[in-house]
């Protein structure tokens, strides 16, 4: 099976940097993806890794460490427009299928 | 270029009735994925469809189905509606069937069950 674990809620200043965990444990890895969700929106992709280490792309960073079932999404300078909802998603063996954690809700506030 | 969309984008339905609900793939992708989106929760996967055939399935009841034409268009029709099936449902489309080819989603159905 799998499990996806990663925090309901943060909270963080605009101009600040924000972490946003991902934990796992999947039967099957095939990479991990980040994406965004406005309310009311579609979800809208931010990262993908699939190795270890740090992927970098402008304000936001993705990492993994496969053997410790982690991951990471750093946001950066913070701007209000940044509250979202944050998933955390695995593709799992057979790579057709992603799971998704339930979400992390970040508020920025000024 | 159009991305995926959907339709219809808010609908109400009662208890027992049936749902269809459709998706258009961005040019060029030929593989559309379904996923269930409950209020405050992540997306759960419903189905895949690549060329037509059914290539998986999510732990769903029967009562769900799906199907993709030639144009790769798709369809998700769910039958004697429950409560439980006010969702966000949500297509997403891809280039290929495997892979970490980047899912794109459309903004979504919004399914009330009264």
């Known amino acids: 099976g799998q499990n996806i674990d990663q925090p309901t809620e943060m909270t963080a200043t605009e101009g600040a940097i924000v972490q946003i965990n991902c934990t796992y444990q999947t039967s099957g890895f095939n990479g991990l993806f980040w994406y965004q969700q406005h309310a009311g929106e579609a979800p809208t992709f931010l990262s993908y890794n699939v190795l270890d280490g740090l992927e970098e792309k402008g304000r936001f960073s993705s990492f993994l460490s496969r053997s410790k079932g982690y991951s990471y999404l750093l946001l950066k300078e913070l701007q209000m427009k940044d509250s979202a909802s944050y998933l955390c998603?695995?593709?799992?063996?057979?790579?057709?299928?992603?799971?998704f954690g339930k979400g992390t809700k970040l508020s920025v506030i000024p | 270029d159009a991305g995926v969309t959907q339709s219809p984008t808010h609908l109400i339905k009662t208890r027992g009735q049936h749902v269809t609900l459709r998706c258009s793939p961005i040019s060029g992708h030929k593989s559309v994925s379904w996923y269930q989106q409950v209020l405050g929760q992540g997306p759960q996967f419903i189905f895949q469809y690549y060329e037509k055939e059914e290539r998986g399935r999510g732990n769903f009841p029967d009562r769900f189905s799906a199907r993709q034409f030639p144009n790769y268009s798709s369809e998700l029709n769910v039958n004697a509606l429950l409560l439980g099936d006010s969702a966000l449902y949500l297509c997403a489309s891809r280039v290929g069937s495997f892979g970490a080819n980047v899912l794109t989603f459309g903004a979504g159905s919004r399914l009330t069950v009264l």
């Open positions: 998603a695995v593709l799992g063996a057979g790579s057709y299928q992603l799971t």
